[in-house]
């Protein structure tokens, strides 16, 4: 047995080793969870942070998820695995680690399908690093009840007929001089028209109201971004060629402002067509 000292110096590093893997986990990291339907993926673009884990999952045919963008397996990618009946389950954590040793530009991790990817199999993964804003307001039952008695998962609206809930969350660089931000929204029913709003106040101080069969979380000075239709899972603004959201919104450095994403459920999950909500993002411009 290792004398008493030794031992005495080793359990102190351990426990040095376990307090420095809480620091680099983040205490947020979440799963996203990503389907391969048919032949495309869905959501085909998904916003995480870092540490948060992709989940893909087989729903049929024989699969890749490959990172790159020219269709071909040539050893340096950051991630491939098969997705097939015998492999039904792909997660890739995008930890600190796994950044640093595979850093792309703008947190942007393209991948594809190999056998698919000239059918145009492809997704992305973003990494918001470091995510901007807070985000607020959600359908989990931690704030006001969603009126249909059933809550979403944590940091997303409430429930939706599609079976998901709405989930808002930004990348980019929140500066009315170099404006890059841009507001991603996955979960809403397909094909149906998503619009991002911005508002000057959160209402019931962050807990939101009831409004359709969601909760609206922003209010006071409201502005409309622009609409977009959901498709593959997903929705941004803007898009290449919208207005930017600082001059959409007409905002100065210092301020805060609030989003949040609205869309029409039909058929409503307990009842007729109605609208429904996201999430909040609270973002200080610089």
Known sequence: MPPTG????????RLLAAGFALLTTPAWAEVVIVRAPGFYFSPREVVIRPGDTVRWLWSGGSHTVTEGTDGLINGNEAFHSFLTTNFQVVNVTFSPAFLAANPRPGGRYDYFCSPHFVGGM?????????????????????????PCGTNGPAGQGCPNSAGGSARLRA??????????????????????????????TLTNGGAGVVFGEGLRCVSGTVAR????????????????GDTPISVRGKVAPGQTRHYQAWYRDSPGLCGPPAPNMSNAVTITWQ
Not at 180 to 199: K, N, W
């Open 225 to 240: 971004l622009g609409p977009k239709t959901q498709s593959f899972s997903f929705a941004f603004y803007p898009e290449v």
């Open 171 to 200: 990348i980019g660089t929140a500066s009315t001089t170099a404006d890059t931000l841009r507001l991603s929204v996955t979960g809403a029913p397909e094909g149906y028209t998503t619009f991002f709003f911005q508002g000057s």
């Open 6 to 13: 030794f031992r005495v110096k080793l359990h102190r590093m």
């Open 122 to 146: 492809n997704g992305v993964v973003w990494v918001a690093d470091p995510a901007p804003g807070v985000e607020s307001c959600s359908g989990d039952g931690t704030g006001t009840l969603c």
